[in-house]
C-alpha cells in the first residue's frame, strides 16, 4: 500500500497457490479511498495462466467503523 494522496492509497495484493503439480497465481491493482466515516476499496484481480489469454474480473470492498 503507498498513500497517492491525502485520503488515497494504490493497493496491491497476490497470492501464489500451488496444489500438487498446478500453480496458481493471482495478482490484483487497485485503490484505497478514505471517506469520513468509510472507507473504499477497488481493484482488478488478475489471474496468471500459463497459456492462456488475458482477463480480470472487478473487485469492490466497503469499511465501516464499528466504534460510537
Given at each position: 500500500?503507498?498513500?497517492?494522496?491525502?485520503?488515497?492509497?494504490?493497493?496491491?495484493?497476490?497470492?501464489?497457490?500451488?496444489?500438487?503439480?498446478?500453480?496458481?497465481?493471482?495478482?490484483?491493482?487497485?485503490?484505497?479511498?478514505m471517506?469520513?466515516?468509510?472507507?473504499?476499496?477497488?481493484?482488478?484481480?488478475?489471474?496468471?495462466?500459463?497459456?492462456?489469454?488475458?482477463?480480470?474480473?472487478?473487485?469492490?470492498?466497503?469499511?465501516?467503523?464499528?466504534?460510537?
Amino acid at each position: 500500500m503507498v498513500r497517492t494522496g491525502e485520503r488515497g492509497y494504490f493497493i496491491t495484493e497476490n497470492y501464489y497457490i500451488g496444489s500438487g503439480g498446478e500453480n496458481l497465481i493471482l495478482l490484483s491493482f487497485g485503490g484505497r479511498r478514505m471517506l469520513k466515516k468509510a472507507g473504499i476499496d477497488f481493484a482488478l484481480m488478475v489471474p496468471a495462466i500459463e497459456g492462456g489469454g488475458f482477463f480480470a474480473f472487478p473487485l469492490l470492498g466497503l469499511a465501516f467503523p464499528f466504534n460510537k
